[in-house]
């Protein structure tokens, strides 16, 4: 399947269905909580949101955009650590309220895809300059997946052009 920025979040789930439950990532990061993750977290662990934030969950943010997450437990002043959520002999242990994030990530075949996907559609905001200048910086030595590059997502040039500071429109729509 072509994974693109409006594939749903249905198929998305689907392609990362064959996670190997390695534990890799719970290892050294968490998933980044969106569409009422919070609520399901605590209602799984039968504790008030507020009280989940303040045990549990840390910001974190990319391309400007600020969401929470499970909580690092980190070692040395390491930039890295492990899920606040995840034991070494049971694997995750909200895994059936697991966040999405942590639902589509994953080192299958499509792994990178889906990676780009989630960050654009819960990270790269196009309506705030700053994040798609931050991620125009990425895309210089990233790749991406369609609906993903700088044209697509503000298509308008002069906008585009005025944030990432490129002057005048260029001739035959060339950035």
């Known amino acids: 399947m072509h994974i693109s920025v409006k594939t749903p979040k249905k198929d998305i ?3 990362a269905k064959d996670c190997k439950t390695c534990g890799h990532c ?3 990061s968490s998933g980044y909580l969106v569409d009422g993750d ?3 977290i605590a209602n799984f662990l039968q504790i008030g949101e507020r009280e989940l934030k303040k045990k549990f ?3 974190g943010e990319k391309f400007n955009t600020k969401l929470l997450r499970p909580r690092l437990i980190k ?3 390491m930039p890295y650590g492990e ?5 070494d002999k049971r694997g995750c242990t909200i895994q059936e309220v697991k966040p999405l994030h942590c639902k589509v990530g994953n080192c299958n075949e499509h792994g990178e895809a889906i990676h780009i996907w989630f960050t654009i559609n819960h990270f790269v905001n196009k309506n705030d300059p700053e994040s798609v200048r931050q991620w125009a910086t990425y895309l210089k030595t990233h790749p991406t ?3 993903g590059r700088l044209e697509e997502l503000v298509p308008d040039k002069k906008i585009l ?3 990432t500071n490129k002057g005048p429109t260029l001739p035959n729509g060339a950035l």
Do not use: H, M, W
């Not at 899920?83 to 034991?87: G, L």
């Open 13 to 15: 789930l689907r392609l």
């Open 26 to 28: 719970c290892k050294y």
């Open 38 to 40: 919070s609520k399901k």
């Open 57 to 59: 969950l840390e910001e």
């Open 75 to 77: 070692e040395k002043n």
């Open 83 to 87: 899920c606040v959520f995840y034991d």
């Open 145 to 147: 997946i369609p609906g």
């Open 161 to 163: 052009n005025k944030i």
